[in-house]
């Protein structure tokens, strides 16, 4: 990436992130504290899209991950909403948070079988690495 590519995505990041603000600051006084959930899904899904874009037209190649989690993250908007209105007492909806974790975590070993072997790779180096300092 040339200098000129990485201030132009610089500027772009700091442009993106007042955006974030300004929508932040919007869907908290729409839907109060469940705004923050909301305006940190937005968050995400945009730089998810806006990073693969980028990737796309500075390496000419297709930035490989699932397009199941933008599709999860639109959903969990949905639930975590639903949630706040349907489920009334903690502990349903500690019940429910930890049944979506455990959902997430599945859908990450099902559909990001490249990810995790290479976090499984790099957490066994790191280890080796280690060993090799203590001796």
Excluded: A, P
Aim: net charge positive; aromatic share 20%; glycine share 4%.
């Amino acid at each position: 990436m040339s200098n000129k590519q990485k201030n132009n995505y610089e500027n772009f990041i700091l442009f993106y992130s007042f955006i974030y603000l300004i929508i932040s600051f919007i869907v908290i006084k729409l839907f109060g504290i469940i705004g923050i959930i909301i305006g940190n899904c937005l968050n995400i899904f945009g730089r998810i899209l806006i990073n693969n874009y980028l990737f796309r037209i500075n390496w000419f190649k297709s930035y490989l991950f699932s397009s199941h989690y933008i599709f999860l993250l639109l959903i969990s908007m949905i639930i975590f909403y639903l949630n706040q209105i349907l489920i009334q007492n903690s502990f349903g909806q500690f019940i429910f948070l930890i049944g979506f974790i455990l959902t997430i975590i599945c859908l990450t070993f099902i559909e990001e079988k490249e990810m995790i072997h290479y976090i499984y790779c790099v957490y066994k180096l790191n280890q080796r690495s280690d060993l090799q300092k203590r001796h």
